[in-house]
C-alpha cells in the first residue's frame, strides 16, 4: 500500500476543533485549533449544549489554516478521518439542525441542536431503560449512563411533538461528521455499538426500543438511527465517496476525498498511543509492538473528563465498565471503556473556586510561570517545612473522594457526589496547594479502581498510554505510576495524539480503497501496521514511590473504597428518613 502524501485528522473535543496535517510518518506538518461554543441553562447546571454549525465551521477554518501554514495543496490531501466526544446530534432528513433545547423551540430547525455528552438531562430515562433488564444492558457494564446517546433521544421524544420528531435523524457526534462530510448516511461500528445499544453480532434489539418507548424506529427500520441489516463500517473503513462536492468547497479539499469511518475521540487517543514503542532512560526499547500486545495497554485520553479504553481478543464483562464492544475499532476484537465524568474539569474547578486562586494566578503572573508550577513548588516547600518527604504523607490527614458530576466508572452511579475529609481554618495559598495534590491523588486512586476491576475481570493490564492535556501534567502522571504500580508511557505531543488517531482513519480509508474489500484479518492487519508507522516514540514513567509512600498510597485507596460504600450507606438511611 502507498503512503504517500498528507492526511487530515479532525478531533472535536469538548471546548474546541483542532485539525491535524500529518505525515505518513506520523510527524505534525502543521496544526490549527478553533474553539467552540457550548451553552449553559443558569437555572438547570445539568443542561450542556452545542451547535454543529458551530462545530462545522470550526472545521473548516482549522483545514484551511493547516494547509497555508505548511504550503500543502489539496491535491496533496490523500484522506481525512473524524473523532469527536460522544455527543447526541440531531438533524432533520435534509441535515438541517434540529433544536435539543427545551421549551417553545424543541424539534425546530435551529443551531443549538448537540447534547452534549455532560449533559446529565436524561436522568428519568435512564432509570426507565435500566429497569427493563434487556441484553443491551449487559454490554454497557450492566447499567446504562444518563451520558449515552438513548436516554437522551428518549427524552426528546418525551417532550417533542411527534410530527418533528419523526423527521428527525439521531447522531453519535462522530457520525454526524462523516455523514456532512460525505452525505452518506452510514454509522460507525465504534458510535452505533458504544453509545447507541448496538448489541455486538445482534444488532439493534426491537424488544428494547419497545419497551422504553421508541417502537417508531423499529417499525421505520431504524432509518433514524442507522444502522439497519448489520449496515455500519469498523474504524477507517471508506465513507460512501469521500468528500461530497459541498463539502470539500467548505473545508477547502477536493471532492472524493477518502473518509474515514469516525470513532469517539477516547477511541481516537487509542490509536494514536498504544502501538507506541518508549523511551526509558533516553534509550529506545527494542520491542516493536504486535497487535496482540495491544491486550496489556490500557488507554487513557484524559482531558476535561477520562476515558479508559483496553482491547482483547475475547469479550470480557465488567461491571459498571462500558463494554463489551465488538469491533470499535478492529473487527473482530473487543473493548472495554471506563470513565471518570470529570478530572481536567475536576482539577480546574478546586482551582478556580478556591479563595486563594486570586493570589495564586498573581504570583504565576509575577513569575512568568503557569499556576500549576506555582502549586508544585509551594508543595515542595511545605515538604521541607513539615520535613516529610513526600506529597502524599503531607495530605496523609486529608481525604477527598472526586464524583462532583456523578460516578461512570466503575460504580456507575449519576448520584454519586464528592467528600473532603481534613479540612482546616485555612484558606491561603498552603490550603490550595494541599487541596490541589489531594485532588490529582483522587483522580490517581479513582483510576486504579478502574483498573483494577478490569483486572478482577480477566483483562492482564500492565501499562497505561496517556493522552489529553493532563499527560503534560508530570506530578499527576507520576501519582498514577506509583498509585497503580505500573508504568505510564506518555505520547510525544500530548496534545496531538487524539489528531494523529483520526488522521490514521484518514490514511486507512485512502489506502483501503485502493486494494478494494478487505477480509477482517486484512484489516487488522494493515490498521496496525499503519498504526505502528504513525506513532511517535512515547516516554516511560516507571513506579518510584519510596516504601513509606507505597504504605500511604495503600492506606489511602483503602480508604477511598470505604468511602464510597459509607456515601451509598447515608444516602440509604437519609432517603429512608425522608419517607
Known amino acids: 500500500m502507498s503512503s504517500e502524501g498528507y492526511y487530515i485528522g479532525i478531533d472535536v473535543g469538548t471546548g474546541s476543533v483542532r485539525a491535524g496535517l500529518v505525515k505518513p510518518d506520523g510527524s505534525i506538518a502543521a496544526i490549527s485549533t478553533e474553539a467552540t461554543q457550548t451553552f449553559r441553562d443558569p437555572d438547570d447546571h445539568r443542561i450542556f449544549e452545542q451547535s454543529t454549525t458551530d462545530i462545522w465551521n470550526g472545521i473548516g477554518k482549522t483545514i484551511k489554516t493547516v494547509l497555508k501554514e505548511a504550503n500543502v495543496t489539496p491535491e496533496q490531501v490523500k484522506g481525512l478521518g473524524f473523532d469527536a466526544t460522544c455527543s447526541l446530534a440531531v438533524t432533520d432528513t435534509n441535515g438541517d ?40 444492558l449487559d454490554y454497557v457494564g450492566g447499567v446504562m449512563s444518563l451520558e449515552m446517546e438513548i436516554p437522551k433521544t428518549l427524552w426528546l421524544k418525551r417532550r417533542m411533538k411527534p410530527e418533528l420528531f419523526s423527521r428527525c435523524q439521531f447522531f ?18 465504534c458510535s452505533v455499538t458504544c453509545k447507541c445499544s448496538y448489541v455486538p ?70 490509536l494514536g498511543t498504544v502501538a507506541a514503542r518508549f523511551t526509558e532512560n533516553g534509550k529506545l526499547s527494542d520491542f516493536v509492538p504486535s497487535l496482540n500486545e495491544s491486550r496489556h495497554r490500557l488507554a487513557a485520553c ?10 482483547s481478543k475475547e469479550g470480557v464483562f465488567v461491571n459498571g465498565v462500558w463494554g463489551p464492544y465488538k469491533g470499535a475499532v478492529f473487527p473482530g476484537w473487543w473493548m472495554n471503556e471506563g470513565g471518570q465524568s470529570s478530572t481536567g474539569q475536576l482539577i480546574d474547578f478546586m482551582i478556580k473556586t478556591h479563595p486563594a486562586h486570586g493570589q495564586l494566578q498573581q504570583l504565576a503572573q509575577d513569575k512568568n510561570t503557569s499556576i500549576h508550577e506555582v502549586l508544585h513548588k509551594e508543595l515542595h516547600k511545605l515538604c521541607a517545612e513539615y520535613k516529610v518527604e513526600s506529597f502524599t504523607e503531607l495530605t496523609k490527614d486529608m481525604h477527598f473522594y472526586p464524583d462532583l458530576h456523578g460516578n461512570r466508572s466503575p460504580i456507575a452511579d449519576p448520584r454519586m457526589r464528592g467528600s473532603l475529609v481534613g479540612l482546616a481554618l485555612d484558606d491561603g495559598l498552603s490550603d490550595l496547594a494541599r487541596k490541589y495534590n489531594l485532588t490529582l491523588e483522587a483522580i490517581a486512586l479513582q483510576t486504579r479502581h478502574i483498573v483494577d476491576e478490569m483486572n478482577s475481570k480477566g483483562h492482564a493490564i500492565q501499562s497505561i498510554y496517556m493522552s489529553g492535556g493532563q499527560a503534560k501534567n508530570s506530578h499527576l502522571m507520576q501519582l498514577f505510576a506509583d498509585t497503580i504500580g505500573i508504568p505510564v508511557v506518555l505520547p510525544k505531543s500530548s496534545g496531538a495524539a487524539v489528531v494523529l488517531g483520526a488522521a490514521m482513519l484518514g490514511r486507512f480509508a485512502s489506502e483501503a480503497g485502493k486494494v478494494g474489500k478487505l477480509t477482517e484479518e486484512e484489516q487488522c492487519e494493515a490498521l496496525w501496521n499503519i498504526m505502528v508507522d504513525m506513532t511517535p516514540t512515547g516516554a516511560l514513567v516507571a513506579p518510584a514511590a519510596s516504601p513509606k509512600e507505597k504504605r500511604l498510597l495503600e492506606a489511602k485507596y483503602k480508604i477511598f473504597r470505604e468511602s464510597i460504600e459509607i456515601q451509598k450507606r447515608w444516602r440509604q438511611e437519609m432517603e429512608e428518613a425522608a419517607k
Open 201 to 270: 453480532d445482534l444488532g439493534w434489539q426491537p424488544d428494547f426500543f419497545t419497551k422504553i418507548g421508541l417502537k417508531e424506529f423499529v417499525d421505520n427500520n431504524y432509518k433514524q438511527i442507522g444502522g439497519a441489516d448489520g449496515n455500519i463500517l469498523t474504524a477507517g473503513l471508506p465513507v460512501g465517496h469521500g468528500l461530497s462536492k459541498r463539502a470539500a468547497e467548505e473545508l477547502g479539499l477536493l471532492p472524493g476525498t477518502p473518509v474515514g469511518s469516525a470513532v469517539i475521540d477516547a477511541y481516537a487517543g487509542w
Open 97 to 136: 439542525p434540529v433544536v435539543v433545547t427545551g421549551g417553545a423551540d424543541l424539534g425546530q430547525n435551529g443551531d443549538r441542536n448537540i447534547i452534549l455528552w455532560a449533559d446529565h438531562r436524561a436522568e428519568e430515562e435512564a432509570n426507565l431503560i435500566n429497569g427493563t433488564g434487556s441484553k443491551v
Open 172 to 189: 453519535d457526534l462522530p457520525d454526524f461528521l462523516s455523514y456532512r462530510a460525505t452525505g452518506d448516511n452510514t454509522r460507525s461500528t
Open 302 to 311: 484524559a482531558g476535561t473528563s477520562t476515558c479508559h479504553i483496553v482491547q
